[in-house]
């Protein structure tokens, strides 16, 4: 399709931060708030923040005020704040609002149309869907107040272009996807201005439990927050647009729009990509032609993985618009010599996907607010003008997954029984949550050379969201990418491996031929709670100052497996006399420097400084004294030097050229005998992400619990790895005597963003404290 660019200018004006669009008329008086008067500034104002409450008011009074505004709660957040979504359309459309959603869900499942005639009414009815959703991550404040700019101008705008909106679009209108977060940062900010503190971040997660990782978790779908969004808006209303709304940092672009950077996913819809494609350039050269610079394509961010793109797996187009940050809401100076550039270009320098670079200057949060409104506004222009196009392209998508992909196996096929209770569990939730209809066998067959048994679990990838499926259920080849023949690799933006059956200790079969064999209705879902039946020391769960994502991933597992713990921070540390409260502490994953270190001068007391020499004192002493220190990946390599322990890594050697391995799933031999590895298979995974390669220097003082497999090509499982002789033969698990007590080391992250449930059982037998 041709994309043209509306020529309605969106913006804050300089001068006056002004709420209006120049050039377009608003409503007569109608007594529709502006957000200053609730919020007491215009959004955009330098050094000014609000905490969720006062946008919450906000949000309430437009909708009441508005007959083009509908608010709604959709639930609590993990902190009990109300989590809510406007839905903005025309007051006609809000009429008829169920109506457009059935409509809607018919398009998402061709099956259910009857007739040509049917499927051709249901494309003159329906409306464009578009989930915008803003402030993810919470420290890029502009997405705290952006959405109160869009919101106002779609309920007052009165001009040809947004009345075009509001007829031929349904938004829903997420803003905050972390209102815990709003809170957080604008407590902190406001508390620290005008101190040495002011602009930096938090010193705690700023998602209450994984901070920046809440925007990897739209395929896990372990916090709540991810949970409410696809139940009440992504599984209702199947958008065929979603415009996730993020910041990146300072020093390069002012504002990243697709297309992506390879690679795309494998299992990614053409259409969907081409979408991508043509809404993204399509955004660029609006904004462009409103005189906005420093505006990329094609640059920084992939389209790998579906930790980040639920929509993807949805027949829908993902737009991710990332703004350059000030300092939270205060402004930054940018001098041209601190502009540098990322993956795909220079950002002093033209290029075809970086036409116009910024000179630098100052940056605020109001330009911060004026490029990511005019983005969101030139989207939406782009599905009213395109309706019926992004309708029939989306429809089609989900003609082409009922039907089936040549190429693709038949269907997969998951054991009931034989199978680890809480990997199978979680596995049948996300395939659930994601829409996957699963089915049973009705009697015993055999395929792909394996027998079944009736009652086994089988997903026949003929299915609107097969896509999703496969993606989860098969194992990643990730490309090898470099820079250039014979250079470095190019670094994936997040991970490589998302294999969740090798993750979960969960066995599944792909089936390439189809299948014979009487199948169930699909199978109601019964949602899964895990919990641990064990019994566990008392545990001590270390949480720096500067947080770590890898902390809040392990506390959300006690909490929710029911692990009893305490947080350790960097002042109880330093104090000591930490084995007469903990028999166990654990150091997620995290560098050693942060540990010992922490945060800088600029954080009042007591966030300044890490644990220090007197924590890694305490540290030794509790282990001598008879406690258990457990830690994870970099943690390890970390306590390895600081205790001076029999083991050399052997990684610090090696340059990416040599050994690279950016989140991939390897094998791991236990020795089962050990207790440790008690009620553990032989063979298992490791989650390996920037972790240590170990060497014993010293046999007698190490017990090896797991170690790597001696064969270089039997390393990975899944992902990508460059170099796995250097990997081969490796201990990846380890216990260490010293005094009456011990370190056990982890080389990889066990507990992985909630999702390697295969190892969490040496976790938990680690927490024992009893090593016998």
Same mark, same amino acid.
């Given at each position: 399709?041709?994309?043209?660019?509306?020529?309605?200018?969106?913006?804050?004006?300089?001068?006056?931060?002004?709420?209006?669009?120049?050039?377009?008329?608003?409503?007569?008086?109608?007594?529709?708030?502006?957000?200053?008067?609730?919020?007491?500034?215009?959004?955009?104002?330098?050094?000014?923040?609000?905490?969720?409450?006062?946008?919450?008011?906000?949000?309430?009074?437009?909708?009441?005020?508005?007959?083009?505004?509908?608010?709604?709660?959709?639930?609590?957040?993990?902190?009990?704040?109300?989590?809510?979504?406007?839905?903005?359309?025309?007051?006609?459309?809000?009429?008829?609002?169920?109506? #457009?959603?059935?409509?809607? /869900?018919?398009? !998402? =499942?061709?099956? $259910?149309? &009857?007739?040509?005639?049917?499927?051709?009414? +249901? @494309?003159?009815?329906?409306?464009?869907?578009?989930?915008?959703?803003?402030?993810?991550?919470?420290?890029?404040?502009?997405?705290?107040?952006?959405?109160?700019? #869009?919101?106002?101008?779609? /309920?007052?705008? !009165? =001009?040809?272009? $947004?009345? &075009?909106?509001?007829?031929?679009?349904?938004? +829903? @209108?997420?803003?905050?996807?972390?209102?815990?977060?709003?809170?957080?940062?604008?407590?902190?900010?406001?508390?620290?201005?005008?101190?040495?503190?002011?602009?930096?971040?938090?010193?705690?997660?700023?998602?209450?439990?994984?901070?920046?990782?809440?925007?990897?978790?739209?395929?896990?779908?372990?916090?709540?927050?991810?949970?409410?969004?696809?139940?009440?808006?992504?599984?209702?209303?199947?958008?065929?647009?979603?415009?996730?709304?993020?910041?990146?940092?300072?020093?390069?672009?002012?504002?990243?729009?697709?297309?992506?950077?390879?690679?795309?996913?494998?299992?990614?819809?053409?259409?969907?990509?081409?979408?991508?494609?043509?809404?993204?350039?399509?955004?660029?050269?609006?904004?462009?032609?409103?005189?906005?610079?420093?505006?990329?394509?094609?640059?920084?961010?992939?389209?790998?993985?579906?930790?980040?793109?639920?929509?993807?797996?949805?027949?829908?187009?993902?737009?991710?618009?990332?703004?350059?940050?000030?300092?939270?809401?205060?402004?930054?100076?940018?001098?041209?010599?601190?502009?540098?550039?990322?993956?795909?270009?220079?950002?002093?320098?033209?290029?075809?996907?970086?036409?116009?670079?910024?000179?630098?200057?100052?940056?605020?949060?109001?330009?911060?607010?004026?490029?990511?409104?005019?983005?969101?506004?030139?989207?939406?222009?782009?599905?009213?003008?395109?309706?019926?196009?992004?309708?029939?392209?989306?429809?089609?998508?989900?003609?082409?997954?009922?039907?089936?992909?040549?190429?693709?196996?038949?269907?997969?096929?998951?054991?009931?029984?034989?199978?680890?209770?809480d990997g199978l569990g979680t596995l049948l939730d996300i395939l659930h949550r994601g829409q996957v209809e699963i089915q049973t066998a009705r009697q015993d067959f055999t395929a792909a050379g394996h027998r079944f048994t009736a009652g086994d679990y089988v997903i026949v990838l003929r299915q609107p969201y097969a896509a999703f499926a496969k993606a989860l259920l098969e194992t990643q080849h990730y490309p090898d990418l470099r820079e250039y023949p014979g250079g470095p690799p190019k670094p994936p933006y997040d991970v490589t491996a998302h294999t969740l059956p090798l993750l979960m200790n969960v066995s599944a079969t792909e089936v390439p031929d189809t299948l014979t064999v009487p199948l169930s209705a699909p199978v109601a879902w019964t949602p899964y709670s895990p919990g641990f039946a064990g019994r566990v020391g008392r545990v001590g769960l270390y949480r720096s100052y500067a947080a770590s994502m890898d902390e809040g991933w392990t506390r959300w597992i006690f909490d929710t497996w029911r692990v009893p713990y305490a947080s350790l921070v960097d002042s109880v540390a330093r104090a000591g006399n930490l084995r007469r409260r903990f028999d166990v502490i654990v150091i997620p994953d995290q560098e050693g420097d942060r540990i010992v270190q922490g945060l800088g001068s600029a954080y009042p007391a007591p966030f300044a400084g890490g644990i220090g020499d007197q924590g890694v004192t305490a540290l030794r002493a509790f282990v001598r004294e008879g406690g258990t220190l457990v830690t994870f990946n970099a943690a390890s390599r970390w306590a390895a030097e600081a205790f001076?322990?029999?083991?050399?890594?052997?990684?610090?050697?090696?340059?990416?050229?040599?050994?690279?391995?950016?989140?991939?799933?390897?094998?791991?031999?236990?020795?089962?005998?050990?207790?440790?590895?008690?009620?553990?298979?032989?063979?298992?995974?490791?989650?390996?992400?920037?972790?240590?390669?170990?060497?014993?220097?010293?046999?007698?003082?190490?017990?090896?619990?797991?170690?790597?497999?001696?064969?270089?090509?039997?390393?990975?499982?899944?992902?990508?790895?460059?170099?796995?002789?250097?990997?081969?033969?490796?201990?990846?698990?380890?216990?260490?005597?010293?005094?009456?007590?011990?370190?056990?080391?982890?080389?990889?992250?066990?507990?992985?963003?909630?999702?390697?449930?295969?190892?969490?059982?040496?976790?938990?037998?680690?927490?024992?404290?009893?090593?016998?």
């Open positions: 399709m041709t994309l043209r660019p509306m020529r309605t200018a969106f913006g804050i004006l300089p001068a006056l931060l002004a709420l209006a669009l120049g050039g377009t008329e608003l409503l007569p008086a109608q007594q529709i708030p502006t957000p200053e008067s609730v919020l007491g500034f215009a959004p955009g104002t330098s050094r000014k923040l609000v905490e969720w409450p006062v946008l919450v008011d906000y949000y309430r009074a437009l909708a009441a005020a508005s007959d083009r505004v509908e608010f709604r709660v959709l639930g609590p957040t993990t902190n009990d704040n109300p989590f809510v979504a406007l839905i903005i359309s025309s007051p006609a459309n809000l009429a008829r609002l169920d109506g #457009l959603r059935a409509v809607n /869900a018919k398009l !998402a =499942d061709p099956r $259910t149309i &009857a007739s040509p005639a049917e499927r051709d009414r +249901l @494309l003159r009815e329906g409306r464009t869907v578009v989930l915008i959703t803003s402030s993810v991550h919470s420290t890029e404040v502009g997405g705290h107040l952006s959405p109160a700019v #869009l919101a106002y101008h779609l /309920a007052t705008g !009165a =001009d040809s272009a $947004t009345l &075009a909106i509001l007829d031929r679009t349904i938004l +829903l @209108l997420v803003p905050s996807l972390n209102p815990d977060g709003v809170t957080i940062v604008s407590r902190w900010y406001n508390r620290t201005l005008g101190t040495p503190a002011e602009g930096e971040g938090p010193p705690e997660l700023y998602h209450p439990y994984i901070g920046h990782d809440n925007n990897r978790d739209w395929y896990a779908f372990t916090q709540r927050e991810t949970r409410l969004t696809v139940d009440s808006l992504h599984n209702v209303w199947h958008p065929q647009i979603v415009h996730d709304i993020h910041q990146q940092g300072p020093y390069g672009s002012r504002l990243f729009l697709p297309p992506y950077m390879d690679p795309v996913e494998p299992n990614v819809d053409p259409l969907i990509v081409w979408g991508t494609n043509a809404l993204g350039t399509a955004m660029a050269w609006e904004l462009a032609g409103q005189g906005k610079r420093g505006i990329v394509v094609a640059s920084t961010y992939d389209a790998w993985t579906p930790a980040r793109a639920f929509q993807h797996y949805h027949a829908g187009v993902r737009i991710l618009s990332e703004t350059a940050s000030a300092r939270l809401a205060t402004p930054l100076d940018v001098r041209p010599d601190e502009l540098r550039g990322r993956r795909g270009y220079d950002a002093s320098t033209s290029s075809w996907n970086f036409p116009q670079p910024w000179p630098g200057g100052t940056w605020t949060l109001a330009d911060i607010v004026d490029y990511q409104s005019a983005g969101a506004l030139a989207l939406l222009g782009q599905a009213a003008a395109h309706r019926e196009v992004w309708l029939r392209n989306f429809l089609a998508i989900g003609e082409r997954a009922t039907h089936g992909w040549a190429g693709w196996p038949y269907a997969w096929v998951i054991p009931r029984e034989g199978q680890s209770a001076a322990l029999p083991l050399r890594d052997a990684a610090t050697d090696l340059d990416d050229r040599t050994f690279y391995a950016p989140g991939s799933i390897f094998r791991l031999n236990l020795d089962p005998a050990q207790p440790l590895a008690r009620g553990m298979p032989a063979r298992t995974i490791a989650w390996f992400e920037d972790g240590p390669l170990f060497t014993v220097t010293d046999s007698s003082r190490v017990r090896i619990v797991g170690r790597y497999p001696d064969e270089p090509g039997n390393v990975l499982l899944s992902g990508w790895v460059l170099g796995p002789e250097h990997v081969a033969g490796r201990p990846a698990v380890l216990e260490i005597r010293e005094g009456r007590g011990r370190f056990v080391l982890f080389g990889f992250r066990p507990q992985y963003r909630a999702q390697s449930l295969a190892t969490f059982p040496l976790v938990f037998n680690a927490l024992s404290g009893d090593d016998r």
